[in-house]
């Protein structure tokens, strides 16, 4: 029997998609990310230091926080103080090092860009939604940066987007939702830039394997998802030709 998705998306169909933009008052950049009932909000932060090992080199450093608020989810989750979860780590380092894919280190001087990614609700691809997002809210702090004067050139070299992919009933499908995300059998994390240029896949089967021919159309379906995310991203950010130094 094929999978029915339950609110009636075609398979390679995206939820829809917006950034409602200066959602907070003094972060550089604030960016409401709605990718259907996920919800996160992704806001930038500027420090003019950077860690010990680029003092003096003159680079950059663009790093990444990740939370989920303990009402994101049906059940309460306790909040991460002193020490965060596994999964809390590898999400925030996934989003770091997506972004910084996108930035040229040596442009921005010795100041750190903080990423914050604050999951308001969740209903699966949170991760995916806080690197398409902070992409945008990234995008926004490098242009107040440079209308105050603090740096002199952008520092934005490429466009960075992301989305999920699965296999449910063995047929692919595209960015999934919790009930989907719950019962498929293999799902990915794909990561992409302007070009299409893969920056990161994470995946697994969560039951038995799949085939090459399956990675394929997985693959395949993610592809188009990001093609829309990154038209999407350019629409939202106003002066997205002055930035992008690509």
Same mark, same amino acid.
């Given at each position: 029997?094929?999978?029915?998705?339950?609110?009636?998306?075609?398979?390679?169909? #995206?939820?829809?998609?917006?950034?409602?933009?200066?959602?907070?008052?003094?972060?550089?950049?604030?960016?409401?990310?709605?990718?259907?009932?996920?919800?996160? #909000?992704?806001?930038?932060?500027?420090?003019?230091?950077?860690?010990?090992?680029?003092?003096?080199?003159?680079?950059?450093?663009?790093?990444?926080?990740?939370?989920?608020?303990?009402?994101? *989810?049906?059940?309460?989750?306790?909040?991460?103080? @002193?020490?965060?979860?596994?999964?809390?780590?590898?999400?925030?380092? @996934?989003?770091?090092?997506?972004?910084?894919?996108?930035?040229?280190?040596?442009?921005?001087?010795?100041?750190?860009?903080?990423?914050?990614?604050?999951?308001?609700?969740?209903?699966?691809? !949170?991760?995916?939604?806080?690197? *398409?997002?902070?992409?945008?809210?990234?995008?926004?702090?490098?242009?107040?940066? /440079?209308?105050?004067?603090? @740096?002199?050139?952008? $520092?934005?070299?490429?466009?960075?987007?992301?989305?999920?992919?699965?296999?449910?009933?063995?047929? $692919?499908?595209?960015?999934?939702?919790?009930?989907?995300?719950?019962?498929? !059998?293999?799902?990915?994390?794909?990561?992409?830039?302007?070009? @299409?240029?893969?920056?990161?896949?994470?995946? !697994?089967?969560?039951?038995?394997?799949?085939?090459?021919?399956?990675?394929?159309? /997985?693959?395949?379906?993610?592809?188009?998802?990001?093609?829309?995310?990154?038209?999407?991203?350019?629409?939202?950010?106003?002066?997205?030709?002055?930035?992008?130094?690509?």
């Amino acid at each position: 029997m094929a999978w029915q998705r339950p609110d009636s998306r075609q398979p390679y169909e #995206l939820r829809p998609v917006s950034f409602e933009q200066n959602f907070t008052r003094f972060a550089p950049g604030s960016v409401l990310t709605i990718c259907g009932e996920t919800k996160v #909000l992704c806001t930038v932060s500027v420090a003019e230091t950077v860690p010990k090992f680029l003092v003096g080199t003159g680079k950059g450093w663009l790093t990444a926080e990740y939370r989920m608020l303990p009402s994101a *989810t049906l059940q309460r989750q306790e909040r991460e103080f @002193l020490k965060l979860s596994g999964r809390t780590q590898e999400i925030q380092r @996934l989003i770091g090092r997506s972004l910084r894919a996108a930035v040229d280190l040596n442009a921005l001087g010795e100041r750190t860009l903080t990423v914050d990614a604050d999951v308001l609700q969740a209903d699966a691809g !949170t991760r995916t939604a806080a690197i *398409t997002g902070g992409f945008v809210a990234l995008a926004n702090a490098i242009s107040k940066l /440079l209308q105050q004067g603090v @740096l002199e050139r952008s $520092p934005l070299i490429g466009q960075v987007a992301a989305i999920s992919v699965g296999l449910l009933e063995g047929e $692919p499908f595209l960015d999934l939702n919790y009930i989907e995300d719950v019962a498929a !059998t293999v799902d990915f994390n794909v990561v992409m830039n302007q070009h @299409l240029g893969i920056i990161e896949v994470q995946g !697994t089967a969560e039951e038995g394997s799949f085939s090459r021919a399956q990675l394929d159309q /997985l693959l395949n379906f993610a592809e188009k998802g990001i093609q829309q995310l990154l038209i999407a991203q350019r629409l939202a950010i106003a002066d997205w030709e002055q930035l992008y130094q690509g």
